[in-house]
């Protein structure tokens, strides 16, 4: 897997995320308090892109949280279990 952190769009995945991302800013209803994760997938590979969060912490916290809703929606139950520390 090709993994890299960068401030701006590297490959036609993440571009297609900068994009998503940009129409949700330019929308009327966009503003300060909405923060947003865009995943895209296709031809084998991904894209994601934070935006509006502090840190990626806070970003993995909400998206555990509506994987969880996510599943309880399928009537499935999630189980997230640590395995260590770092």
Do not use: W
Not at 5 to 32: F, K
Not at 34 to 59: C, K, M, P, S, W
């Amino acid at each position: 897997m090709d993994t890299r952190r960068s401030d701006e769009p590297h490959d036609r995945m993440t571009r297609l995320c900068a994009v998503m991302t940009d129409a949700l800013v330019a929308d009327p209803e966009y503003d300060d308090d909405v923060h947003v994760i865009v995943f895209i997938q296709g031809g084998g590979r991904g894209g994601i892109q934070l935006h509006n969060y502090d840190d990626d912490t806070e970003a993995i916290a909400q998206l555990v949280i509506h994987l969880k809703a996510l599943f309880e929606a399928n009537g499935k139950t999630l189980v997230v279990a640590p395995l260590g520390q770092g």
